[in-house]
């Protein structure tokens, strides 16, 4: 019986709920707040309570990110279609996926890294032997075989990690250059901002892809690694030709039309860095 007056209490209080955020009035069995969207929470913090806040929260490993990468490799088109016309709680956000998949990456390439490299030095002694053969036999006894095939290991080694450590950091940095190259290869009816979202969620797709290969081709052969080249190529052809219903003839065209803007873009970058180091040099006080 003394126990009656608490239930009642309890009772009261769970049948005028308020918003822990912003104090407003909240109906009976409600989720979430209606006047700040804010979530009610009644439970208590539990082990698993913490371990799902953690996976929505911080890795964004909730069912909207296996959700978005499935229907990305099903039916890309369909996921940019439905994001850009405004359905977008069924999905990931594409700067958050892209953010996330290249972190995933990031981990991956520097945490095999040392793996990947003793491979790639192994798998590539052979090529710079069969160089230093046919350099020996041109030379003769002017050549120094040990020390050329010392230097070409060492550029080889450096290359690897190089790419290893910034070639997804780069992919971030040159995406909003190739993605006006898609703007100006596809356009219509989509705009540069627009084209911007496609290729986020292009790119996480590729993150995820080139994480697996990765992680394959050091334990079986750096080689393997090179597949992903062929993959971005498919995928992108793939997704912009289903996106704009081309036929296989003009998603080819296209494609040769956008990796030519592309060398183009790189090749006046590298002209336009030889000829400001030549200014530099010749300008500069001696």
Known sequence: MDDLPINREIQQVSNNLNCKNCSASLPNDTYFCNI??????????????????FSNNVLGLDNRFFFTIKKLIISP??????????TRKRYMNPFAILGLTTAIAIFLFNFFADEYLALNVESNQQSVSIMANMMEKQLGENFDREAYEKENLELITN???????????????????????????YRKPYNYAEHLIINSYIQ????????????VSVFTDPSVYLLTIFF???YYTYAYG???KLSISESILKLMLFIGLILLTFIAFGVLSIVLGIAIAYFSPK
């Open 36 to 53: 700040c969207g804010g979530k009610v929470i009644v439970q208590r913090i539990t082990l698993k309570g913490l371990a799902e806040d």
């Open 77 to 86: 088109h369909l996921v940019f279609q439905e994001y850009l016309n405004g």
């Open 159 to 185: 290359a690897s990690s190089f790419m290893l450590k910034y070639f997804n950091l780069l992919v971030i940095l040159f995406m909003p250059i190739y993605t006006y190259m898609a703007f100006l290869v």
């Open 204 to 215: 996480s797709i590729s993150f995820i892809v080139t994480s697996i290969v990765f992680t």
């Open 232 to 234: 971005l190529i498919f």
């Open 242 to 244: 289903k996106l704009y």
